[in-house]
């Protein structure tokens, strides 16, 4: 089985542009994480999708959002983009059950803000 | 809210020197518990995950983890590292109680092992 996509690998914007990241998951797995990684916070949960719902959400502000298609591929948007969201941007799928499943991830997006 | 912490933010290590890898959560729930390793230039992947039943788990690479419920605690351990166990590893948790499976992560030891 191919493993989790994510596109594109890398990308720089300015200060208050938008960017959406792409993220596509193992085949059959319906629910999509997206995390972010930055040296000083780690890996921080960001949403969870399954089922193009929004299942979860981490305590992020709104100009971060994402959207599951039929298809349970995953896009993450961020707005008005501020030089703090310089980061890698991970996408992790899961199979269908609650809580008691790994998350495969994906080799992440790193967004770089100027 | 939950949380997790990594004891250690740095490890140096001799090859074939022990490993114990601190990590403690913070939830009185049940939950479900994790070890991902990230190798230089490479995806997070999978160590070993707890679930239910016996608490030491063993994963892949000679790596096993204990969880003791009593302290909160899902300690990783090595008997002998390798130079190829130079990586960053982060302790993970996920609530079965949540509706989802958001995964909270400690903030990452980074292992740096001589050979």
């Known amino acids: 089985k191919a493993g989790v996509t994510q596109t594109p690998r890398y990308l720089i914007k300015t200060r208050g542009q938008q960017v959406t990241l792409s993220c596509s998951p193992i085949s059959g797995h319906r629910s999509v994480s997206w995390y972010q990684q930055t040296p000083g916070q780690g890996l921080q949960f960001l949403f969870e999708y399954f089922s193009e719902t929004q299942r979860n959400k981490g305590n992020f502000p709104g100009r971060f959002s994402g959207r599951q298609f039929s298809n349970s591929r995953s896009e993450m948007n961020v707005s008005t983009l501020e030089l703090g969201d310089s980061a890698l941007y991970l996408c992790a799928s899961s199979p269908e059950s609650l809580g008691a499943n790994e998350q495969f991830f994906g080799p992440g997006t790193r967004l770089t803000v100027l | ?115």
Do not use: M
């Open chain 2, 1 to 115: 809210a939950q949380s997790v912490s990594q004891h250690n933010h740095h490890v140096i290590l001799s090859e074939a020197a022990s490993l114990e890898l601190g990590c403690n959560y913070s939830y009185g729930g049940t939950v479900n518990l994790f070890w991902y390793v990230q190798y230089p230039g490479q995806h997070l992947q999978l160590l070993l995950k707890y679930f239910s039943g016996d608490p030491l788990v063993k994963g892949i690479k000679g790596f096993e983890a204990e969880f003791i419920k009593s302290k909160f605690s899902f300690n990783l351990r090595k008997p002998s590292v390798q130079w190829s166990d130079t990586a960053e590893y982060f302790c993970a948790v996920s609530a079965l109680n949540q509706a989802g499976t958001a995964l909270i992560f400690g903030k990452g030891t980074t292992l740096s092992v001589s050979s």
